[in-house]
């Protein structure tokens, strides 16, 4: 992180820490997971046996969220636990009165900030709406206040860090594993060779603005990985939205007459304007045969289509759009040209 968002993020809200547990947000990687000796079994319907291996994609995902929470909050109370014994240790070594106290004098050892770096910061943030009306003395407190309590995040994250590569920090509960999923092509348009290294599908709704903005990051992937990624559309159209599935329709007929991709491109840069003049503008941007693909959006072919895709996707656990599968395995949210960049590297090559 840069030093202007960092900063940034400091003035709009970094929060007080909460004894020792205030930096504990999110998942913890650097724990060892233990192997996990968990039955198969799930269940039974009325007599009939349920194992994970029966569960749908959407099924399984949600049993690996429900688990990663389990996790993250079984880490947390191990790390937890862990500083409170390293505090404890730490008062008694420096024969201070208190926890609270111990863990003021560590911060204070180890999370200084110099007067040159509060300065620099000053300067580069002084029109900032929470410094611009503070005297330059009351600004100084608020940037080092804010630079203290980011260092002392980052000096708790190496407390634990150091406590786990020395091996005295374990967690027995098994880490969970990400199913991943099979996740098919539904006969769908795709760019890219069927036998690359990575497919990537989507399920989207052509009057979503965040899949809109993806757009230009999925082209970009093709490019940069030419060869190497396939990327797969799938419509999952959201019932609230009443132009998805018209504009889907549209993109399948244009798909009919070869011009798919050059439709799906027309489309979200008109995400917001979706109707028949759209449709008719598309046709004639196009050169498509007006009459064949007016036919063809009358029809029900491309509609069971798109119900098709949406279907599947409600049996992948797709609830909102966009949706991304690499490999089998679900994006978190967030989709970036780094988040797609992170994923296809870590996977292995085709053998």
């Given at each position: 992180m840069n030093t202007k968002v960092s900063f940034a993020?400091?003035?709009?809200g970094v929060a007080a820490l909460s004894g020792v547990a205030g930096y504990l947000l999110g998942k913890h990687p650097h724990v060892v997971p233990q192997s996990s000796s968990s039955s198969d079994a799930v269940g039974t319907v009325r007599g009939a046996s349920i194992s994970r291996s029966q569960l749908t994609g959407g099924e399984?995902?949600?049993?690996?969220e429900a688990e990663t929470q389990v996790y993250n909050a079984m880490t947390r109370i191990i790390e937890e636990r862990y500083m409170d014994a390293f505090f404890d240790h730490y008062m008694t070594e420096k024969k201070l009165p208190s926890r609270t106290a111990a863990q003021e004098a560590y911060f204070h050892e180890n999370s200084s900030v110099p007067e040159s770096r509060v300065l620099e910061v000053v300067q580069q943030f002084g029109s900032d709406d929470r410094l611009k009306n503070l005297s330059p003395e009351d600004q100084k407190k608020e940037v080092r206040h804010a630079l203290e309590m980011q260092q002392s995040q980052n000096t708790l994250r190496t407390l634990v860090q150091n406590a786990k590569r020395k091996g005295e920090i374990s967690v027995a509960f098994p880490e969970p594993i990400e199913p991943a999923?099979?996740?098919?092509d539904g006969g769908n348009p795709s760019v890219g060779p069927k036998d690359a290294k990575v497919t990537i599908?989507?399920?989207?709704d052509y009057e979503c603005p965040f899949c809109a903005r993806v757009v230009p990051t999925l082209w970009d992937l093709t490019k940069k990985y030419e060869g190497k990624v396939r990327w797969v559309f799938r419509d999952y159209p959201l019932p609230f939205h009443k132009n998805s599935v018209p504009a889907a329709?549209?993109?399948?007929?244009?798909?009919v007459q070869g011009k798919y991709f050059e439709a799906h491109n027309y489309l979200f840069e008109h995400h917001t304007q979706l109707n028949e003049d759209t449709y008719k503008g598309l046709a004639e941007t196009l050169k498509l045969d007006a009459t064949a693909f007016n036919t063809c959006r009358a029809g029900d072919e491309q509609k069971k289509e798109v119900e098709a895709d949406y279907?599947?996707?409600e049996k992948l656990g797709?609830?909102?759009t966009p949706t991304y599968f690499v490999n089998g395995k679900r994006m978190k949210p967030g989709a970036s040209m780094e988040t797609f960049t992170e994923m296809i590297d870590q996977e292995p090559a085709k053998k």
């Open positions: 993020v400091s003035l709009v399984a995902f949600r049993v690996y999923l099979e996740v098919t599908v989507e399920f989207a329709i549209a993109a399948n007929c244009a798909g279907a599947a996707g797709v609830n909102g």
